[in-house]
C-alpha cells in the first residue's frame, strides 16, 4: 500500500461519490479497465481491511473511483477531504475480456467500471460496446450519467419508477431490444439479481453473458483463498485471481 | 532497549504465517528476492494434506471487529501437486522453509513428513489446531496424549526442524507440554480462536478468529506458556506492527508469525522488519 | 424477522453486566427512572465478597483493538456496606436486582447468599470467572465437579433464581453441564477472557478482556452450549448494537447482559433496548 | 453521548489544537472550571472509548478544548472539519477547588483547563489566582499564550530552551519567585514529572499543593473503577470520582 493524495470527493448521488486520486502516471500505465484497486482511509483496525474499488476513470497520472456508501470503510472513505491521503494498493485482478460486437449493462455503481472501459475503448485499445444500458432505482441514481454521455457509445438509461430514461427493470429493457438485434456478448456489472436475471436472459437468448462479481475480499491477491465462487464444474474459483469478470455460464448461483 | 538478538529462534525473526501468503506465487508483486531474505526468517506454507482439498463453500471469510474470521477449510494442492509445481520456486526464496501439515490421523501427518525427506525443506509445522474441518485440526488439541504420540511418530521419520502449532483453546498448557516431552523443536503459540459471525441476520459462519482482536488473548498464552517449556516458543496472533513484535519478545516468544497483517497490506511486514532493525541496531 | 419474544428468559430482554455500571450511582444521570425499566429487565451487580476489597493497584484497565482489558480486582465495599448503603436504591428502581456474588471458597458462597435472603433481591449470580484474583474466581471454572458441588451448596439455600456466570476459557462444556445438573436456573456465558497488554513496552498489565473484539468467540460459546445444555443461557460478550443483540438470539440465547458498551456510552443500551422493540413491535 | 457540531478545529501549535463545540446554552449552564467532557470522533470501535479532555473554555452556547495529538484517537480528532460533527458527554469529574491566595502552574496543554478557570475568575465566580505559571519545551510550544494574555492574571511564561520567557524548567522559576512572596496554594497541570516536582517543591517550601491528574479512563463516570490513584493513607481514589484534581500530599506518586 502506498499514500497517495486525494484531489477529489464529491457527492455524484444520494449516496454516491466520486474520488479522485493522484496516483502518478507510473500507476496509471499499470491499470487496466475491470481491474480493481483497495484503499484505506482510517488508522485503525476497524475496518480492518482495505476495501476494494474497481477503477472507473483514468487521466494522466490521476485514478477515479465511483463509489456507494455502504458501511464504516465507505463512510470513512466519504468523509475524507481533497488534500488528505488514502492508502492505495497496485491495481489488482484481471481486465474486462475483450469481447466482440458486445452491450454493457450497469445496475446503479456497477456502472462505475465502465468507464475506464470506455476510455480505453475511444482510445482504440478496446472493442467499442454497440450500447450501453444503464439502470437504477430512479434517475438520480444514475451517477455519473453525464459522463457516460460523453463517450460515442448510445447511452440507455432505465429506472424502476421511471423518473429518467426508461421505465422497467434492465432485464425487461433488454429482453425487448435484444430480441430484434442480437449481440454478440454481454457485459454485465451491479447487483447479484441483477446479474442473475441477465445471465438467464442470455442463457434464453442464446447470448454469452460476462458478470462482474462481489464477494468480501480480505486480500485481494490469492493469499487467503477467501474469495470462492462456486463453479457449475463443482470447483471453485477464486475472485480475486481469475476474477472479477467470469463468463456467466460457468458459475454456480445458487451455492453463491 | 533490552537486545534479544542472542534469542532469536531464527533470523530475521520473522516468519509469514501459514495460510496467509497462499504458497508464494504473489509474494514477488510485493518484495524483491533480496527484500524477502531481509525480511523473513522462515516462510511456513499453507496446510499442505496427502490428497488436494477443495476447501469449503462460500462464505469463507468476513470481518469481526478489528479481526477476521476464516473457514477456509484447508484448500489445498496436495503433497504430490505441491512439490512438483511450487516447492522449487519457494526453496528459490533461500529463505527457510516450513510446511505446514495437516493430516486426520497420525499416520497422514507421518506420510507427509516422509515426502519432505531430502526435499530441501528446512522444516514441519504440524497443524494440530485448524479449526475449519471436521476431522483432525483442533480435533488433536484437546488430547495431549495423543499429540504426544504424533510428535513422537513424526520425529521418528524426521530429523529437520518440528514445530506443533497449538490450538489456543483447549489444555493448552498440557499440549505444549507433551509437544516438549516428545521431541518437538518449538511451539508456535497459536493458530485461530473458534468464532463464529452472523451474516445479514441469517447465515451463520463458523470459523477461526484472528488478527488485532485476539493479540492480548495469544500475547497471554506465549507469556504463561513461556513460563512452564523450555522449547522455544514462537508467537502468532494479531502482529501488525514492530511493537506487536517487541510485546511478544517481553513476553517470552523466540520468533514470531505475521498472519492477517499480510492480508491487510502485504508490505506492513517488510516496514515491520526495518522498524525493529533500527531498534535492535542490526 | 423471527419472533424471540416468547423465549426471553426476562423482559426487557437486557440486562446491565456485573462491573460496569458500579453500584448505581451514575445510572441516573444518564436515565430516568422510567428509562431504566424500559430498558433493562435485570441489573447485576458489581462482583461482592464477604468482607471489603480494596482491588488491585494502577494500572487497572487499557485499551485493547475494539476492546478492554482490566483488573479491577473485584473492589467492593462488602456484603454488609453493600446491603446497607447501596441495596434499598437499587431495589427502588423496581428492575430485578441480580447480586453477582465472589467468594474463594463454596462456603463464602453460601454465606453470601445466606446474606441476601429476604432482601428483595431477584436471583445471585455465581462468579466463578474472574481472572483478576488470586484465589477462587476463574480456578472455579477450570473444576466443574467443584462447581457442581458449589451450585447445589447455593441451591440449598438459596431459592430465588440462580444464574452461574461461566468463564470462556477451560472445560466449558462440562462446567455449564455442571451447572445444569445441580439446578442452577441459567447460565451466563460468559466473562472476560484472560489476556495481557504491555503497556509503554515495560509494564506488563494481565486481565480480562471484553468488548467488541471477543464477541465472535463468545458467540460461537453460546452457540454451541446452546445445543448441549436446556437451562437458558444468558449471552455476555461485546453487546455494542441491537445487530449483536440479535446474534446472540439467533445462536440460542434467552437474554444478554450488556458491559463494555455501557462504559463506552451509558446510553447506548436505551438506543438498542428502544430499535429491538420497535424489531419486534413490541 | 450526544452529537455536536464543530465550529473550529485550529492549530495552535505543533501538535496542538483548539477545538470549539456548539453545544448548546443548556450545556454550558452546567460546566464548571476543572470539569473534562468525553469525545469520540470515529464511527469504529478502534479507538474504542471517548477521550477526555479538559474543558478549556466556554462562551455563550460555545465549548472549547485544546489538544494535544498523541495517538489514534487524538490523530481522528484533529483531522475533523468545522460543520462536522462529534459526540460529547455531559461534562464529567469535579471542579477545581476554590482556593485562596494562589498561583496556578502549567506544563505543555496542561494549561487547557486554566483558561476556563481564569474566565470564571473574570466573571466572579472563582478566586482570581495571583500569578499563572506557563512552561513548555519551546516557546512555539506554549499554546494559546495570547489569549492567557487577555486575562488580568500576570503571566510567567518559561521555556526549557529559552525561546520564549523565562528560561529554565517550571520549578527552577518557582523555587525562585515563590520564596520572596509566599502564596496560599498552588494549583498544577501537566505531565507528571512536573507535578511529582512542583509538589515536592509544594513540600519543601510549605505550600499546599493541587495536582490536576491522568489515567485512562474508561467510563469517566464511577462505573468501572479502572482510573485508580493510590493514596498516601493506602486507600484508592479514582480520577473520575474524586478527581481530576487532588491535594498533592494525599497521593502516593511511588505507586502511581
Ligand atoms: C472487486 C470489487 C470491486 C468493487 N468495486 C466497487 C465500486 O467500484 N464501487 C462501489 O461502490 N463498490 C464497489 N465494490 C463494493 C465495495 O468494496 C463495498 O461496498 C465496500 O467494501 C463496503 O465497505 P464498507 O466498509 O463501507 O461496508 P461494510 O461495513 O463492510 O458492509 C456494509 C454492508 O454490506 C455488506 N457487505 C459488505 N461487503 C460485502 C460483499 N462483498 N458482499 C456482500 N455483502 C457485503 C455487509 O454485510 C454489510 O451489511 C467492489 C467490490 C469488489 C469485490
Ligand atoms: C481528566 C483528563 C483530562 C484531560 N484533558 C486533556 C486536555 O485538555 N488536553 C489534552 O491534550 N489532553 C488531555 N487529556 C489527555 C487525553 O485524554 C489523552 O491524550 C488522549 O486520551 C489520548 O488519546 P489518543 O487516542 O490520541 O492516544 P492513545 O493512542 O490512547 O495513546 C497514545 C499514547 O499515550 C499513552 N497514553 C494514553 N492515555 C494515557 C494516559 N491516560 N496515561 C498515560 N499514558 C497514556 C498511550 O500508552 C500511548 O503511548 C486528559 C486526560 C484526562 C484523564
Ligand atoms: C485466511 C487464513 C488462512 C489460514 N490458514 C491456515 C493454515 O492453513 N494452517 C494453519 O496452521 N494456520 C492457518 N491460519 C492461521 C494463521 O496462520 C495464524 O496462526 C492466525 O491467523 C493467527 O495469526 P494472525 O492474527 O497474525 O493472523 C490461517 C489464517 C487465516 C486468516
Ligand atoms: C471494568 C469491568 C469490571 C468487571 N467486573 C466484573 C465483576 O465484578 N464480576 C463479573 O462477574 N464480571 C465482571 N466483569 C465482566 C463483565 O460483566 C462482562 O462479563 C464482560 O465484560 C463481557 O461483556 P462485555 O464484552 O459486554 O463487556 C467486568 C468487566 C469490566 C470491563
Ligand atoms: S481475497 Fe484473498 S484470495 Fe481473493
Ligand atoms: S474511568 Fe471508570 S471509574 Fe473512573
Known amino acids: 500500500m502506498q499514500k497517495v493524495k486525494i484531489i477529489l470527493n464529491k457527492k455524484e448521488a444520494p449516496g454516491i461519490f466520486l474520488m479522485g486520486l493522484d496516483v502518478g502516471k507510473e500507476y496509471t ?26 477503477i472507473h476513470a483514468v487521466k494522466d497520472e490521476r485514478l477515479y473511483i465511483l463509489y456507494q456508501v455502504r458501511g464504516k470503510g465507505t463512510r470513512f472513505l466519504c468523509r475524507m477531504e481533497p488534500g488528505e491521503e488514502v492508502e492505495i494498493s497496485p491495481p489488482m485482478g484481471n481486465a474486462f475480456p475483450q469481447l466482440k460486437d458486445y452491450v454493457l449493462c450497469a445496475g446503479g455503481v ?16 478496446y472493442p467499442l460496446p454497440k450500447k450501453f444500458y444503464y439502470a ?22 432505465i429506472t424502476e419508477d421511471g423518473s429518467l430514461g426508461k421505465k422497467g427493470l434492465i432485464t425487461d429493457v433488454l429482453k425487448e431490444e435484444l430480441k430484434e438485434e442480437r449481440p454478440g456478448a454481454i457485459l454485465a456489472c451491479g447487483p447479484l439479481p441483477m446479474l442473475k436475471a441477465v445471465a438467464k436472459l442470455g442463457e434464453e437468448l442464446g447470448i454469452k453473458v460476462h ?9 485481494g491477491e490469492g493469499f487467503c483463498m477467501g474469495c470462492v465462487i462456486p463453479l457449475k464444474n463443482g470447483k471453485y474459483a477464486y475472485l480475486c485471481k481469475t476474477g472479477p469478470t467470469f463468463p456467466a455460464e460457468e458459475i454456480d448461483f445458487e451455492r453463491l | ?76 494442492p496436495g503433497v504430490k501437486e505441491f512439490k512438483k509445481i511450487f516447492l522449487t520456486g519457494l526453496l528459490k526464496t533461500e529463505v527457510k522453509i516450513f510446511v505446514n501439515l495437516y493430516g486426520e490421523e497420525i499416520e497422514d501427518f507421518v506420510a507427509l513428513a516422509e515426502e519432505f525427506k531430502g526435499t ?12 475449519n474441518v471436521k476431522k483432525g485440526g483442533i480435533a488433536f488439541a484437546s488430547q495431549p496424549e495423543v499429540v504426544k504420540e504424533l510428535v513422537k511418530e513424526v520425529r521418528k521419520v524426521w530429523e529437520g526442524s518440528l514445530w506443533v502449532k497449538l490450538s489456543p483453546v483447549g489444555p493448552v498448557l498440557d499440549v505444549a507440554k507433551a509437544c516438549e516431552s516428545s521431541g518437538a523443536d518449538a511451539i508456535v503459540c497459536a493458530n485461530t480462536y473458534p468464532g463464529l459471525v452472523v451474516i445479514e441476520g441469517e447465515k451463520v459462519l463458523k470459523g477461526g478468529v484472528s488478527g488485532p482482536a485476539i493479540k492480548p488473548l495469544t500475547l497471554r498464552l506465549v507469556y504463561e506458556l513461556s513460563r512452564e517449556v523450555s522449547i522455544p516458543i514462537v508467537g502468532c496472533g494479531g502482529i501488525a506492527s514492530a511493537k506487536d513484535v517487541l510485546d511478544y ?18 508490505e506492513l511486514a517488510k516496514k515491520i522488519a526495518k522498524e525493529l532493525k533500527e531498534k535492535w541496531d542490526m
Not at chain 1, 458478470?211 to 486480500?219: D, P
Not at chain 2, 519478545?249 to 502485504?266: H, M, N, R, S, Y
Request: aromatic content about 12%; glycine content about 10%; hydrophobic content about 40%.
Open chain 1, 29 to 54: 500505465k499499470k491499470c487496466s479497465p475491470g481491474q480493481f484497486v483497495r484503499l484505506k482511509a482510517w488508522d485503525s483496525f476497524d475496518p480492518l481491511v482495505p476495501r476494494p474499488f474497481t
Open chain 1, 110 to 125: 456497477g456502472s462505475a467500471g465502465f468507464g475506464f472501459l470506455l476510455q480505453e475503448a475511444e482510445r482504440g485499445s
Open chain 1, 136 to 157: 437504477a432505482r430512479t434517475g438520480e441514481l444514475l451517477a455519473r450519467a453525464q459522463f457516460f454521455q460523453n463517450f460515442s457509445v448510445p447511452l440507455a438509461l
Open chain 1, 211 to 219: 458478470v462482474v462479481l462481489e464477494t468480501f475480499l480480505a486480500c
Open chain 2, 1 to 76: 532497549m533490552k537486545d534479544y538478538s542472542r534469542n532469536f529462534l531464527f533470523y530475521p525473526p520473522l516468519a509469514l504465517a501459514s495460510g496467509t501468503w497462499g504458497l508464494g506465487e504473489n509474494l514477488f508483486k510485493y518484495y524483491s528476492p533480496a527484500e524477502v531474505k531481509e525480511t523473513f526468517g522462515v516462510l511456513v506454507t499453507k496446510g499442505i494434506s496427502l490428497k488436494p482439498r477443495i476447501g469449503n463453500l462460500p462464505p469463507r471469510i468476513w470481518e469481526t471487529p478489528c479481526g477476521l474470521i476464516n473457514s477456509i477449510g484447508l484448500a489445498n
Open chain 2, 120 to 131: 530441501g525443506v528446512s522444516g514441519l509445522e504440524l497443524n494440530i489446531s485448524c479449526p
Open chain 2, 249 to 266: 519478545f517481553v513476553c517470552g516468544a523466540k520468533a514470531v508469525e505475521i498472519g492477517t497483517a499480510f492480508l491487510i497490506d502485504p
